[in-house]
């Protein structure tokens, strides 16, 4: 069976509390340049956020990202986690990935769509009739 998406699911800690969220980071191969991150809220909705996969990429090792998403390796007191920061003009939250858990992710999100590959895999007319149809 051949998937054009990766999907990963965990828990994750929220700006340190004790009490695990359920996030789950998606890829797909119509979207070679993004991943997304969904977090699930007490009500039962998921919030996303969408970003570069170059930035979870480049995040495993160091510090990235200057914009609403930034991973921080150094934030973590445990060099088995990731800080993800998110912020946006209603609040700021921070979480805590599993650093093999992503590592994973970007390993089979890699097999779909190979690092620096991905302008082969996107579809720019597409794009452009989805822009233009609004």
Request: glycine share 6%; proline share 4%.
């Amino acid at each position: 069976m051949h998937t054009d998406a990766v999907h990963q699911s965990q828990f994750v800690l929220l700006n340190e509390s004790t009490t695990p969220v359920l996030s789950r980071l998606s890829y797909h191969s119509h979207e070679p340049f993004a991943v997304t991150v969904s977090f699930r809220t007490e009500r039962g909705r998921w919030i996303e956020w969408t970003f570069a996969r170059d930035l979870l990429v480049a995040g495993l090792d160091e510090p990235a990202g200057l914009g609403d998403v930034r991973i921080r390796p150094d934030l973590s007191e445990d060099e088995d986690f990731l800080t993800l920061e998110i912020e946006s003009p209603d609040g700021y939250a921070s979480f805590e990935l599993e650093v093999e858990d992503v590592r994973t992710f970007l390993d089979a999100s890699t097999e779909l769509v190979p690092l620096g590959e991905e302008s082969a895999h996107f579809d720019v007319d597409g794009l452009i009739e989805e822009i233009s149809n609004v």
